[in-house]
């Protein structure tokens, strides 16, 4: 269920209220804080729990996201350099490089200012259609590869392109994992396949689904989560 709330300081505020919830997650997109919580949860314990998490609210803000003139992004791996190239008039261009194994080359009109939104958006939107298009290659083999390695085998492995489920698993056995796993490091790309493979045993989130599920991540399901819940984005999502 979603529903607003206003804070002094952050201004209206989305929430997303689910149940089965346990903990309370403040996360920012584009300049908005959202935070996603308990259906149990009160408005009273929501802005307690925004005072006591205030500085580490600030220090994840959004428009932290900065891009600069030689900045290497990580990807799944792979890798992405941000390039100023004075022979560009307003477009952005990227592509592959040809001279180093799986790194990517995203060029930026040499005039621009990386510090404007607009320009920090349109960066990130490029580096989203990257991910978009390689996320088969480099991620679909790795998927196959831990769903052997745990014996649980999906009906099919597909790209899916959701900000907010990085995965899901159909009823019919079908499993799909977002593109945007191409911006995390392969621990956590591995817990969010071994998720969606978890639910192939238990279709819901049940005390044997975590059980399940932390035997396939080696005893790191609650590590993984929390890395995962409070990862920095390093582009618009």
Known sequence: MLYKITDKEFGIIKLNLRRGMKNIIFRWKNDQLHIIAPIEATPENLHKSIDDNRPRIRACKADGIRFYEGQVIPLFRSSLTIKLDPSLDKYLVWGRDKSVPNHFIVSVPTRVDLNDIAVKKTISKVISDVCKRYAPEFLLPFARQEAERVGHIPKSFDISHGKRRLG??????????????????????????????????????????????????????????????????????
């Open 168 to 237: 899901y698993c159909t009823a019919q056995g079908d499993v799909k994992i977002s593109h945007f796993l191409m911006l995390l490091d392969e621990e956590m790309v591995r817990c969010v396949i071994c998720h969606e493979l978890a639910h192939l045993v238990h279709l819901n989130h049940s005390p044997a689904f975590y059980r399940t599920l932390n035997q396939f991540l080696n005893g790191r399901q609650k590590e993984l989560d929390f890395e995962i819940n409070h990862f920095r984005w390093p582009i618009y999502t």
